[in-house]
């Protein structure tokens, strides 16, 4: 008897996938829920990147606390109102607030790591053994690469580098004595005209600085020649 039911049970959950409605319905908030977590993830992570781990709660008790009063307003609405152009509204409003704040997070992200990259390279240009060298870039453009061996950190600043086309980027390397390419780094064109790029990784006395055009991802070994190598030494 058990047995039957729980098989009628699971018969009865599953029929009302058979209409049309149902199935957009279901599809609609699977993703409404998918969206809402990777929406309180990615805002905590950005306020731990921005403000360190004590925003982290603060930002999701913001993002949270309110679908407790909401929940039982939306209780009382649901019960007084049309359902289906309660749900439709209120997605769409969830939407677009998800949409603005999303483009906020990214611009400030990006934003952040503009500011990362500017305070290394004013700590490289500060450095007490700092250098610098310019070179042709290959192709157009000139390439400014400041240095610190104290640090052993670098950077270039690259003015009017060309816009690559299709699935290619530009990636940084640091190149021994032995000939020995490491990667440091992909990056694109900036289209304000001036690119700056802190090189990853730590450099030694002595290196090359390259850059090549590789795939879209970088690679492990340079594929190209490169455009631009400028010695440290």
């Known amino acids: 008897m058990a047995e039957n039911t729980r098989r009628w049970q699971a018969s009865d959950m599953l029929s009302s996938l058979q209409s049309r409605a149902s ?51 939306g209780g009382v609405l649901a ?43 004013s700590a490289i240009v500060s450095a007490k053994d700092s250098q610098q ?8 453009g000139t390439a400014t690469f400041v240095w610190s061996v104290g640090l052993r950190q670098s950077a270039v600043v690259i003015d009017k580098l060309p816009k690559l086309t299709g699935d290619k980027t530009y990636e940084l390397w640091y190149i021994d004595k032995g000939s020995h390419a490491t990667p440091a780094g992909i990056f694109n064109a900036a289209s304000s005209g001036t690119t700056v790029s802190v090189l990853a990784g730590l450099m030694s006395a002595g290196d090359t600085f390259g850059i090549t ?10 594929t190209t020649a490169p455009i631009v190598a400028v010695p440290s030494a």
Request: hydrophobic letters at 45%; proline letters at 3%; glycine letters at 14%.
């Open 23 to 73: 199935r957009l319905f279901w599809f609609g908030a699977t993703l409404s829920s998918v969206g809402q977590a990777a929406f309180l993830v990615s805002s905590g992570w950005l306020a731990f990147q921005l403000s360190g781990s004590g925003a982290v709660g603060l930002v999701t008790f913001a993002t949270t606390g309110p679908l407790l009063f909401a929940t039982l307003a």
């Open 79 to 121: 019960d007084r109102s049309d359902r289906r152009k309660v749900v439709l509204s209120t997605q769409c409003v969830q939407g677009t607030v998800a949409l603005f704040v999303g483009g906020n997070i990214l611009g400030l992200s990006a934003a952040d790591e503009s500011q990362q990259q500017a305070a290394a390279v």
């Open 133 to 140: 060298a310019k070179a042709a870039v290959a192709g157009g």
């Open 213 to 222: 055009v590789e795939p879209s991802g970088g690679s492990h070994k340079p």
